[in-house]
T-cell receptor, first 114, second 116 residues
Framework: KAGVTQTPRYLIKTRGQQVTLSCSPI?????VSWYQQTPGQGLQFLFE???????NKGNFPGRFSGRQFSNSRSEMNVSTLELGDSALYLC?????????????FGPGTRLLVL | AQKITQTQPGMFVQEKEAVTLDCTYD???????LFWYKQPSSGEMIFLIY??????QNATEGRYSLNFQKARKSANLVISASQLGDSAMYFC?????????????FGTGTRLKVLA
């Protein structure tokens, strides 16, 4: 079974630009979550999508948005980039049952904002 | 407010020995989930183990076990028979809230070094 894939793996942007990151979950998984990882703030939850609907959201400004398509692939968009948005962005594909939850992460997209 | 605390920034363990990584949490939710992840230097996060708050038995996955003490709000990870490949950063995390308001929070991590 193929794992979670994220594209692109590396990205360099300048302040004020916008960026779109893509995540393809494990086949059959309908839940996709996004996280931001920085040395200063650690790992922070951005949002979760399930069946094309945003189900849960972390404490990030509206510049961070996402969507999920009918094939469960998800995109994350960051508009008006700031230097502080430089981070590793991780996507996770989840299966959740009554007694078990597993999250499989992709390799991440490393974003550098200049 | 929900919080995850990992008090050990770094740890060393001899190969083939067992090691315990500490994690305490704080939440007022009745239902929550606890996770442990491994992040090697390559950067990819690897899911290790999950414990639901209503599960009375400690979760186990191969060499990993989660020592869940609900009253003390601790969820320590035990790695048995350490291997050199276990050297990595380890994160404890919690999913709290109810469906529609879930929040995932992570600890600051513990860097484990396995010595040959």
């Amino acid at each position: 079974k193929a794992g979670v894939t994220q594209t692109p793996r590396y990205l360099i942007k300048t302040r004020g630009q916008q960026v779109t990151l893509s995540c393809s979950p494990i086949s059959g998984h309908r839940s996709v979550s996004w996280y931001q990882q920085t040395p200063g703030q650690g790992l922070q939850f951005l949002f979760e999508y399930f069946s094309e609907t945003q189900r849960n959201k972390g404490n990030f400004p509206g510049r961070f948005s996402g969507r999920q398509f009918s094939n469960s692939r998800s995109e994350m968009n960051v508009s008006t980039l700031e230097l502080g948005d430089s981070a590793l962005y991780l996507c996770a594909s989840s299966r959740r049952t009554t007694h078990q939850e597993t999250q499989y992460f992709g390799p991440g997209t490393r974003l550098l904002v200049l | 407010a929900q919080k995850i605390t990992q008090t050990q920034p770094g740890m060393f363990v001899q190969e083939k020995e067992a090691v315990t990584l500490d994690c305490t949490y704080d939440t007022s939710d009745q239902s929550y989930g606890l996770f442990w992840y491994k992040q090697p230097s390559s950067g990819e996060m690897i899911f290790l183990i999950y414990q639901g708050s209503y599960d009375e038995q400690n979760a186990t996955e191969g060499r990993y076990s989660l020592n869940f003490q609900k009253a003390r709000k601790s969820a320590n990870l035990v790695i048995s028979a350490s291997q050199l490949g276990d050297s990595a950063m380890y994160f404890c995390a919690m999913r709290g809230g109810t469906s529609g308001t879930y929040k995932y929070i992570f600890g600051t991590g513990t860097r484990l070094k396995v010595l040959a």
